[in-house]
Nanobody, 119 residues
Framework: VQLQASGGGLVQAGGSLRLSCAASGRTFYGMGWFRQAPGKEREFVAAIKWSGGLINYADSVKGRFTISRDNAENTVYLQMNNLKPEDTAVYYC???????????????WGQGTQVTVSS
């Protein structure tokens, strides 16, 4: 299983970035985004169920971030708007085979992509 995350970069506060996570030729029960800032624990950002309409966001990103999927491309996106310096982190995508959608336990993890928001 390969999860290829991309789209990170350096942006000024208030700017936008879109992260992508391409899954290797298969679909999963759910996919999510997590982030880890220097010196902090990894935290949940957003998740989407591959079939159906379930979506979940961390309170800190609600109204600014949007998770979506492209079934044909087996890709999940994270559109990040109105970015803040506190959004600076390495962002990871993850996939789960089954289980509780709202659980933060995932089976597979991609490599991270750095997002840096300057003030």
């Amino acid at each position: 299983v390969q999860l290829q995350a991309s789209g990170g970069g350096l942006v000024q506060a208030g700017g936008s970035l879109r992260l992508s996570c391409a899954a290797s030729g298969r679909t999963f029960y759910g996919m999510g985004w997590f982030r880890q800032a220097p010196g902090k624990e990894r935290e949940f950002v957003a998740a989407i169920k591959w079939s159906g309409g379930l979506i979940n966001y961390a309170d800190s990103v609600k109204g600014r971030f949007t998770i979506s999927r492209d079934n044909a491309e087996n890709t999940v996106y994270l559109q990040m708007n109105n970015l803040k310096p506190e959004d600076t982190a390495v962002y990871y995508c993850a996939a789960k085979e089954r289980g509780n959608f709202y659980s933060h336990d995932y089976d597979y993890w991609g490599q991270g992509t750095q997002v840096t928001v300057s003030s």
